[in-house]
């Protein structure tokens, strides 16, 4: 973090060493894993693929065309 150029960070697709996944299974969050991998399994029938829809947990932001940036419904994602 220390060497990181704050002021060019990007909206770009960042790859980081590990991740945190956490499964919800029979009403309940497990455990936190570190995970290495930059893989994930979903199965073939998921509606996020079929019908878009989708979990967004956090906000969502896009660079404009004029170099502002634009948060996405900040009011319902935060």
Known sequence: M?????????FGYRDTHYNIRCTYRDGEWGDLEIS????INIHMAATALHYGQEVFEGLKAFKGKDGKVRVFRMDENA
């Open 2 to 10: 220390k060497n990181l150029d704050w002021q060019n960070l990007g």
């Open 36 to 39: 290495s991998s930059n893989s």
